[in-house]
T-cell receptor, first 114, second 115 residues
């Protein structure tokens, strides 16, 4: 079974631009979550989508948004990029949102904002 | 305020010995705990989990212990192998309403296994 895939793997943008990251979950998984990893803050939860609906959101500004399509693929968008948005963005999928099932992570997209 | 803390940024252990990684949490509502392992340039890989109704879970060389009264969990790796060298993240989840919330992670412990 193929794992979680994320595209692109690396991205360089400048301040003020916007960016869209893509995530394809493991086949059959209906939940997709996004996380941001930075050296200072560690891994932080952004949001989770299940059946095309956002069901959970972390403590991030409205510049961070996402969506999920009917095939469970998800995209994450960051508008008006700031230098502090430079990070590794990780996508994770799981079969359902029940508590007893672990999340499987993709390799991440490394975003650099100049 | 960090709800999940891993107070040791790094840990060095000799090959063949036991590695013990520690994690503390402050939110008593957390009811599910996980350990992930991460190599550079890869996403975290799930290792082992434990529900709050248990105090121990074992999977091969990996054992996780949970002490709810102390709000503390630990991961034991026995015996430690060179391939275990990686960053280990402790994560916690709580169940609310329609399902489990997003994972809250600690900042990780870099485990180095020395030959």
């Amino acid at each position: 079974k193929a794992g979680v895939t994320q595209t692109p793997r690396y991205l360089i943008k400048t301040r003020g631009q916007q960016v869209t990251l893509s995530c394809s979950p493991i086949s059959g998984h209906r939940s997709v979550s996004w996380y941001q990893q930075t050296p200072g803050q560690g891994l932080q939860f952004l949001f989770e989508y299940f059946s095309e609906t956002q069901r959970n959101k972390g403590n991030f500004p409205g510049r961070f948004s996402g969506r999920q399509f009917s095939n469970s693929r998800s995209e994450m968008n960051v508008s008006t990029l700031e230098l502090g948005d430079s990070a590794l963005y990780l996508c994770a999928s799981r079969w359902d949102t029940g508590v007893y099932n672990e999340q499987f992570f993709g390799p991440g997209t490394r975003l650099t904002v100049l | 305020d960090q709800q999940v803390k891993q107070n040791s940024p790094s840990l060095s252990v000799q090959e063949g010995r036991i590695s013990i990684l520690n994690c503390d949490y402050t939110n008593s509502m957390f009811d599910y705990f996980l350990w992930y392992k991460k190599y550079p340039a890869e996403g975290p890989t799930f290792l082992i989990s434990i529900s709050s109704i248990k105090d121990k879970n074992e999977d091969g060389r990996f054992t996780v212990f949970l002490n709810k009264s102390a709000k503390h969990l630990s991961l034991h790796i026995v015996p430690s192998q060179p391939g275990d060298s990686a960053v280990y993240f402790c994560a916690a989840s709580l169940y609310s309403g329609g399902g489990a919330d997003g994972l809250t992670f600690g900042k990780g412990t870099h485990l180095i296994i020395q030959p």
